[in-house]
T-cell receptor
Framework: DAKTTQPNSMESNEEEPVHLPCNHS???????IHWYRQLPSQGPEYVIH???SNVNNRMASLAIAEDRKSSTLILHRATLRDAAVYYC??????????????FGQGTILTVHP | EAQVTQNPRYLITVTGKKLTVTCSQN?????MSWYRQDPGLGLRQIYY???????DKGDVPEGYKVSRKEKRNFPLILESPSPNQTSLYFC??????????FGDGTRLSIL
């Protein structure tokens, strides 16, 4: 199964951009890169996902390396409400092991006022 | 409102007493999955289901059973719970590889 590697923790100041990295060197061609975040005492919530091209939505941007072996979640202006655990996972769209997911431990983001 | 509903939200029980945690989704999703979350270990997948009557093991299936008789429901069954199954459990659903929707979680304590 394709695995992801993220830093255990990162810190940011409020109103500043945050770049959360994720390495997925064993990614396969049908793996989508998904980002979720988990606020304290809540279930994970979807943030963004992409396959090859960079993606933007109202919450964040996703920058995907050309070789797809790494990606970066970008929060353009961090707020205190963005403090959470961020998970980068690979979701396979077809082939074997479709549906089997590995979340990893994620990155704990601390945002300072 | 689109949602994934888990019940119960909290349960304290004793070793060996069979229990079922229910999960229901109202989005007509084909895919459903169960995870457990333990401190320092992140989310680990227990079982998943690609559609009705189709289930498969995740990374930590030992001690758990699931069934998918209807599209909307995916119960997690602990036939003989043990203390090492004390954890926070999440159910999720999705369709066609799209983002997963998670329930609010079920906190199980097995004494």
């Amino acid at each position: 199964d394709a695995k992801t590697t993220q830093p255990n923790s990162m810190e940011s100041n409020e109103e500043e951009p945050v770049h959360l990295p994720c390495n997925h060197s064993t990614i396969s061609g049908t793996d989508y890169i998904h980002w979720y975040r988990q606020l304290p005492s809540q279930g994970p919530e979807y943030v963004i996902h992409g396959l090859t091209s960079n993606v933007n939505n109202r919450m964040a941007s996703l920058a995907i390396a050309e070789d797809r072996k790494s990606s970066t979640l970008i929060l353009h202006r961090a707020t205190l409400r963005d403090a959470a655990v961020y998970y980068c996972i690979l979701i396979r769209a077809g082939g074997t092991s479709y549906g089997k997911l590995t979340f990893g431990q994620g990155t704990i983001l601390t945002v300072h006022p | 409102e689109a949602q994934v509903t888990q019940n119960p939200r909290y349960l304290i029980t004793v070793t060996g007493k069979k229990l079922t945690v229910t999960c229901s989704q109202n989005m007509n999703h084909e895919y459903m999955s169960w995870y457990r979350q333990d401190p320092g270990l992140g989310l680990r997948q227990i079982y998943y289901s690609m559609n009705v009557e189709v289930t498969d093991k995740g990374d930590v299936p030992e001690g758990y059973k699931v069934s998918r008789k209807e599209k909307r429901n995916f119960p997690l069954i602990l036939e003989s719970p043990s203390p090492n199954q004390t954890s926070l459990y999440f159910c999720a659903s999705s369709s066609g590889g799209q983002p997963q929707h998670f329930g609010d979680g079920t906190r199980l304590s097995i004494l």
